[in-house]
């Protein structure tokens, strides 16, 4: 079973920024994609930046030039830096993986349980 632990959210200035952290532990092989996704009230939810396994990222074009995707593979950990925050930023942050519980075992997508931004003056 695999767990992923989301940290670092809390109350922001616009303009602000913030960084999250997201730890899976448990019984993993092997991790491939690792993802943010947030959600607004309301709103549906967004998946926010990517990064694979090699490094590469992907960002959704609401937060390009102002967010940061990274990883520490050792740790098995993903973080997301935000900086310039936005009033819209505001929403429960989820980060997600795609891993191997062991090698017999196929890819798999856990979720953790988010952690919420609130970017308010």
């Known amino acids: 079973q695999v767990q992923l632990v989301a940290s670092g959210g809390g109350l922001v200035q616009p303009g602000g920024s913030l960084r999250l952290s997201c730890a899976a532990s448990?019984?993993?092989?092997?991790?491939?994609?690792m993802n943010w996704y947030r959600q607004a009230p309301g709103k549906e939810r967004e998946l926010v930046a990517t990064?694979?396994?090699?490094?590469?990222?992907n960002y959704a074009d609401s937060v390009k030039g102002r967010f940061t995707i990274s990883r520490d593979n050792a740790k098995n950990t993903v973080y997301l830096h935000m900086n310039s925050l936005k009033p819209e930023d505001t929403a429960v942050y989820y980060c997600?993986?795609?891993?191997?519980?062991?090698?017999?075992?196929?890819?798999?997508?856990?979720w953790g349980l988010g952690t919420q931004v609130t970017v308010s003056s």
């Open positions: 997600t993986l795609r891993a191997r519980p062991s090698s017999l075992t196929s890819w798999r997508d856990y």
């Open positions: 990064i694979t396994s090699s490094g590469s990222t």
């Open positions: 448990g019984s993993i092989f092997s991790v491939n994609v």
